[in-house]
């Protein structure tokens, strides 16, 4: 079975509190991706990466930065969290570069006060 | 630019068959997925369909047209635990990378 795991379920951090979002992944999978879900918007990608210390710009990468220092891990980070930064967080991995379906970790469901 | 359509929400019965369209409009087309996503959970992967025609596997299948930007789930038999949303996702490749983009989902609720 796949498995994808991120630190946390719930969250709640004051504005402008550094947060570290981090995902986990044993699958030895070379993509990793983060997205944020919100109502009537559906899953955005914020960033991605395709291998380790690499990272790329998804569609709103504005007030977030990643890290990827390990193959399995993918950290994703709210420099100075903000209230519209409240939202539903998803990590997804996804095998080679035209693999067939992102498999998802559980989210980390972020409130920003 | 990249815009993928689904109805907000849809009821059915259970027994019932169910069929979820999607329309898209986007540019490096390289395939589109189907995921369910229960309410609180994370999404998982139902289908994929990068030709044109049907795909199926069990109680569902998956339509593709390319050259209508058209695509459609389908669920048949019914179930209670099939109320779930389901979200429409278009692969395109950019930059030598390939993204997903999602449609905002399509809530259905089956009901006895």
């Known amino acids: 079975d796949v498995k994808v795991t991120q630190s946390s379920r719930y969250l709640v951090k004051r504005t402008g509190e550094k947060v570290f979002l981090e995902c986990v992944q044993d699958?030895?999978?070379?993509?990793m991706f983060w997205y944020r879900q919100d109502p009537g918007l559906g899953l955005r990608l914020i960033y991605f990466s395709y291998d380790v210390k690499m990272k790329e710009k998804g569609d709103i990468p504005e007030g977030y930065s990643v890290s990827r220092e390990k193959k399995e891990r993918f950290s994703l980070i709210l420099e100075s969290a903000s209230t519209n930064q409240t939202s539903m967080y998803l990590c997804a991995i996804q095998r080679g570069l035209a693999g067939v379906g992102q498999y998802f970790g559980p989210g980390t469901r972020l409130t920003v006060t | 630019g990249q815009n993928i359509d689904q109805p907000t929400e849809m009821t059915a019965t259970e027994g019932a068959i169910v069929q979820i369209n999607c329309t898209y409009q986007?540019?490096?087309?390289?395939?589109l997925f189907w995921y369910q996503q229960h309410a609180g959970e994370a999404p998982t992967f139902l289908s994929y369909?990068?030709?044109?025609g049907l795909e199926e596997k069990g109680r569902f299948s998956s339509f593709l047209s390319r050259s209508k930007g058209y695509s459609y789930l389908l669920l048949k038999e019914l179930q209670m635990k099939d109320s779930a949303s389901y979200l429409c996702?278009?692969?395109?490749?950019?930059?030598?990378?390939?993204?997903?983009?999602f449609g905002a989902g399509t809530r259905l609720a089956v009901h006895p």
């Open positions: 996702a278009v692969r395109e490749t950019s930059g030598g990378y390939n993204k997903l983009i």
């Open positions: 986007t540019s490096g087309f390289n395939g």
């Open positions: 369909n990068v030709l044109d």
């Open positions: 699958m030895d999978h070379e993509n």
